[in-house]
């Protein structure tokens, strides 16, 4: 659906420069906006890198098992229906270990990894479980301490101080994760009072 609401934004805007005569200025805002694309792709490579490799470093040194092990208690009250020894538990306690540490390459294996053991807890295969839209919800806001793709896009266009945005992202993500639970568990307690279909 979203594929038709770009391609018709792009022929309206291509069609009202062909009638208004303005399709060489729309020509040119296209190779330019392709040119500035590429140049924001080379810049990053370096920042983003960097920042992969250092997260990669903590990783292998057992940050994310260690801070895995840190939020057990916190998932299991999250996720009340999986059972702790499940590799469901151990695949979500990954996913949000490495979203935490702002590792959203290796977090969305391991979110899609999470939903698929979870799948196989779930008693109707035809609909999500309450585990899975918790999931969902946390690790669409998810709590990010190292925002490492903002860093290197704040880095690429030369800000005095990159970093400047760790305490703000980390406030914002902590309150949009909240939100995000209260809303799953308002929307669950809402669910279990209307009649199933």
Known sequence: MIDFIWLSLFLVGVGTAMVTGRMQMVSGAILKGAESGVELCIGLIGA??????LM????????VS?????????????????P?????????????SANLLGIG????????KAMEELQKLNPHPDRASDAMCTLLAVNTASITIIPTTVIALRMQYHSAHPSAVVLTTLVASLIGTCAAILFDRLFRALSRRRPVR
């Open 48 to 53: 983003i890198s960097l920042w992969m490799g």
């Open 56 to 63: 990669r470093i903590a990783e292998q040194a057992g940050a």
């Open 66 to 82: 260690w801070l895995a092990r840190r939020l057990r208690p916190i998932a299991r009250r999250l996720f009340p229906s999986v």
């Open 84 to 96: 702790a020894d499940h590799p469901a538990m151990g695949a979500i306690l990954a996913n949000m």
């Open 105 to 112: 390459n290796a977090a969305t294996p391991l979110g899609l």
